[in-house]
C-alpha cells in the first residue's frame, strides 16, 4: 500500500514549469517565500547568515 502512495505526483527530476525540474521549482519558489518574508520583515533581513541558512534547510526538509 506505501508503494501505491510513494508513487504518486512529481519526481524531483522529473520535467517542470519553465523548463526547470520540479525540484528546481520547488527551490525557486521557496527562495522567492524568503524574499518575500524579508521585504514584509525588514529584521529578517539583518539575521546572521548561519540562522538563514538554517531556515533555508528546515524549509527544504518540508
Not at 527551490?27 to 522567492?32: E, F, H, I, P
Request: proline share 6%; with cysteine.
Amino acid at each position: 500500500m506505501s508503494f501505491g502512495l510513494a508513487s504518486c505526483g512529481p519526481a524531483e527530476n522529473d520535467p517542470g514549469p519553465g523548463g526547470v525540474t520540479v525540484g528546481e521549482a520547488r527551490a525557486l519558489d521557496d527562495a522567492a517565500e524568503m524574499l518575500d518574508e524579508r521585504q514584509a520583515n525588514p529584521d529578517a533581513a539583518t539575521r546572521k547568515a548561519d540562522q538563514a541558512a538554517a531556515d533555508a534547510v528546515a524549509q527544504g526538509e518540508r
